[in-house]
Every structure is written in C-alpha cells, then in structure tokens.
C-alpha cells in the first residue's frame, strides 16, 4: 500500500525532507509500523525517530498513537511536541 508521509519542524529539519510517498511492505499496517520503518532506514531517520524520542503523529490530520490503522493513500506527520510558528 502507498502513503503519504510529512515531517514538521526539527524532524524534517533532521531527515532533509518535508515529505515523500512510500510503498509499504505486507504488514505495515499500523503508524507504529510506519515509524519502525523508517527507523530502521539508520542514520538521520534513526535518530530523529528513535521510540525514545518525544514524537509526536498525527494520520490524516488527527493526533494519533502508535497502534492507528493506516489505509491506503493516507497522509502519517511527524512532528516534535512543540512547533513554532
């Protein structure tokens, strides 16, 4: 399945993008997943989304945890806690 996926503030400032579309592999289904993902791409990804992290996500624009259902073409946003205006 193919989403969307958005980076706000510090993690996009980490990771070098605003967004991208990514094909997730069978099983992906949940944000968490999403997040797992793209951890294990290592390096800034790494760092920016580490689980220990304060990260906030939000999946189709509503704040969300970690076991939210992703369906396709949905839009998951990273964001740290606090954002600026």
Do not use: H
Request: charged letters at 20%; a negative charge.
């Amino acid at each position: 399945m193919k989403i969307n996926l958005r980076y706000f503030a510090s993690v996009r400032e980490a990771v070098g993008m605003g967004q991208e579309s990514v094909e997730l592999p069978a099983g992906a289904d949940t944000v968490g997943a999403v997040r797992g993902l793209l951890v294990a791409r290592g390096g800034a990804w790494a760092e920016a989304l580490a689980p220990e992290r304060p990260v906030r996500m939000a999946y189709n624009q509503v704040m969300c945890g970690l076991e939210t259902k992703v369906e396709e073409g949905a839009e998951v946003a990273f964001f740290p806690p606090v954002t600026g205006g």
